[in-house]
């Protein structure tokens, strides 16, 4: 489990620095306070050995369709801080389980630059950029590249297969979704998806997966009353409850990244998402971020893990300053202080 967190010149954030990160993180402060890029930070601090990867998937999911991953200026440029590519960034971070890491990503001269055991080069291809992230453990450094040649963009095969999930603002559910939950019913362990549908809808009796024409799978909610329905003609909060009970249910020991957690879903079931998420972050070992603009869901999660008696959950509130974004990292006693005084936290 990831402890702290320094992150530099890594998209809109210069400098931050957060300590005292806790099994929940619920991040909050005001728009365009990095709120999403600290997440993508904690993302990448927790595999940094794929982090060229998981740049690459997180970019096609944030530009334009039809960007091409190797348009340098486009697709690469808008990760580091005021474009400075060739400066790089830089995320340390320490964990309970592992040494201290530092991971920097950074433009690199072409020139001479693959070769080795870094990237196999095809015979007679040039390269037009490159980029490499090296992670420091201790005295030991390891470094991966990705290059755009004639030939195409090559990457350095992936390091490492540590489970993540992010899930988006807007509910998508995606063939990652359904192959997890094919899994889970295979092994009998998808009641845990049924369990969490049931605060949206109590009339939920089961979840399936059917190909009516024999083409694409698609998935089914089962309702006492109605029967099947398709679960993509229901609501925002159904789907958006869909994608959190996979993630949970199909994943030990990974972390969850939620955008923007609270969209789509009535007041009325954020307490008892807080609280599935509380027993189950426990039981998985799963390490939690989600960024709000509620302060409705900030206040919910403290009074769940109250009730609960779980410490696990940490407010981390951030305001941009000049040249740094400072981080105020709020425990469940600290929040429920400030409910009682009337004092709103969010920024």
Not at 90 to 118: F, H, K, M, W
Not at 146 to 151: H, L, M, Q, S, Y
Not at 226 to 235: C, K, R, S, V, W
Not at 321 to 339: G, I, M, N, P, S
């Amino acid at each position: 489990m990831l402890t702290s967190i320094t992150v530099e010149n890594f998209r809109g954030i210069e400098r931050l620095h957060v300590e005292g990160l806790g099994r929940v993180n619920l991040i909050i402060g005001r728009n365009d306070s990095g709120k999403t890029a600290l997440m993508e930070a904690l993302l990448l601090a927790r595999d940094p050995d794929n982090a060229i990867g998981l740049l690459a998937s997180r970019q096609r999911m944030r530009v334009s369709e039809g960007t091409n991953i190797a348009d340098f200026d486009e697709f690469w440029l808008p990760i580091f801080h005021r474009m400075d590519a060739k400066g790089g960034f830089r995320i340390r971070s320490a964990s309970t389980t592992a040494r201290p890491s530092s991971l920097t990503v950074e433009q690199e001269p072409v020139d001479g630059l693959i070769t080795g055991e870094d990237l196999i080069r095809e015979s007679g291809s040039t390269a037009t950029w490159a980029l490499s992230a090296t992670v420091s453990r201790g005295p030991h450094n390891t470094r991966t590249i990705i290059e755009n040649t004639d030939k195409g963009v090559r990457f350095s095969p992936a390091q490492t297969d540590i489970g993540n999930f992010w899930i988006t603002p807007s509910p998508s559910i995606g063939n990652q979704d359904i192959r997890f939950l094919s899994k889970l019913k295979q092994q009998g362990r998808d009641e845990a998806v049924t369990n969490l549908l049931r605060y949206v809808n109590d009339q939920v009796s089961g979840v399936e997966l059917l190909a009516p024409t024999g083409n694409r799978v698609s998935v089914y909610v089962r309702l006492r009353r109605e029967g099947l329905i398709p679960l993509h003609m229901m609501g925002e909060g159904m789907k958006r409850y869909f994608e959190f009970a996979v993630a949970f249910a199909a994943t030990e020991g990974a972390s969850i990244h939620i955008d923007e957690i609270e969209n789509g879903l009535h007041h009325s079931v954020i307490e008892p998402l807080w609280s599935w998420i509380s027993k189950a972050t426990q039981e998985k070992g799963v390490q939690t971020f989600a960024t709000t603009h509620s302060e409705e869901c900030v206040q919910a999660a403290s009074r769940v893990f109250k009730a609960q008696n779980d410490d696990g959950l940490r407010v981390i509130r951030l305001d941009k300053q000049e040249h740094e974004t400072k981080a105020v990292v709020y425990d469940r006693d600290l929040v429920e202080a400030a409910e009682r005084m009337g004092v709103e936290i969010r920024g």
